[in-house]
């Protein structure tokens, strides 16, 4: 199912020796793929860990992408080589919604493999899906820390949320991560609106349609049951990272998520000083990758 192996990938030289990209498809639309960049070696006996992305983009934004995760990569292999227990790097995509007012498009004449129209609980759907993909392909549980920027930290904790409320029939069981890290994330539609005097209606509205209550039920931080017990036991590492230079999203909504973590009975790590704007943190690519070091080093002394 792999293809375009072995070619850049994002900045992600062809002759790096430790990995080979390729795309690998969960379904018929063409945003129904995962990117992956494997080991071209024997994978380390302790190289345990695959580190998995889900990017951002309002839901909506055609230029995000998997490979947005590559700046990352380059930063977390600045010697030219994995870290001692990463096994390799994944990176989720998933259909968006309509953005008619910068990216229109006429449906009659696009291919439904190629349309922008998706609608919420479908972008969840998709990364699950991806999800139960790789899980039959590979050994996930406990094995991978996700990652998620913005709208992509917002999926991240949705995969934790009740498959009952998003209608969603699974072929497997959720692999446990062993560690969630939210970056500038996106948890509170309602509340996140508000605090902006209701200038994200629209992309909500786009890909959530314009029932509030919709809005709520599908937010993170408004969750009515509790996170402990899709991560018992309950000592998986979560960090909500955010830079207060983010004009998009304000630390209120960091907060907000935070609380919530610690009324569910766990301990977040919560990180207020990233540098730069809302893009600049997975485009530069170095804050992920102390993120990503830092909560390797707490996993590995558990």
């Not at 990017?55 to 947005?68: C, E, I, Q």
């Not at 590559?70 to 227990?85: H, K, V, W």
């Not at 609608?119 to 990652?147: C, G, N």
């Not at 409320?165 to 969630?180: D, G, Y």
Request: aromatic fraction near 10%; proline fraction near 6%.
């Amino acid at each position: 199912m792999g293809i375009g192996k072995g070619h850049k990938a994002g900045g992600i030289r062809d002759d790096t020796p430790d990995l080979e990209f390729s795309y690998l498809r969960y379904g018929k639309h063409n945003l129904h793929r995962i990117g992956i960049w494997e080991q071209r070696k024997p994978v380390k006996p302790n190289a345990t860990h695959w580190l998995i992305f889900i990017h951002g983009g309002a839901w909506r934004d055609p230029l995000n992408k998997p490979t947005d995760f590559a700046p990352s990569i380059r930063q977390l292999m600045g010697d030219g080589s994995l870290p001692e227990t990463v096994r390799g790097f994944i990176s989720l995509d998933y259909r968006l919604s309509p953005c008619d007012d910068e990216w229109p498009q006429c449906l009659d004449e696009t291919p439904a493999t190629e349309q922008r129209v998706a609608r919420h609980p479908d972008h969840i759907h998709d990364v699950r899906s991806a999800m139960d993909f790789l899980s039959q392909r590979f050994d996930l549980d406990d094995k991978y820390i996700l990652i998620g920027h913005s709208a992509g930290a917002m999926l991240a904790f949705q995969l934790l949320m009740s498959n009952a409320q998003w209608q969603l029939q699974s072929r497997v069981a959720f692999p446990k991560p062993a560690a969630i890290i939210g970056i500038s994330g996106i948890y509170d539609l309602v509340n996140l609106n508000r605090r902006f005097g209701g200038n994200y209606t629209g992309f909500i509205s786009d890909a959530f349609g314009e029932d509030e209550d919709v809005w709520t039920k599908a937010s993170p931080a408004q969750y009515e049951d509790s996170f402990m017990q899709p991560l018992l036991p309950h000592d998986t590492p979560l960090w909500l990272a955010i830079s207060p230079e983010d004009t998009l999203i304000d630390l209120a909504e960091t907060d907000t998520m935070a609380n919530k973590l610690r009324e569910d009975g766990f301990l977040p790590s919560v990180v207020k000083y990233l540098e730069g704007e809302h893009d600049f943190v997975w485009q530069d690519g170095s804050q992920i990758a102390t993120l990503v070091h830092r909560v390797l080093a707490e996993l590995s002394a558990k």
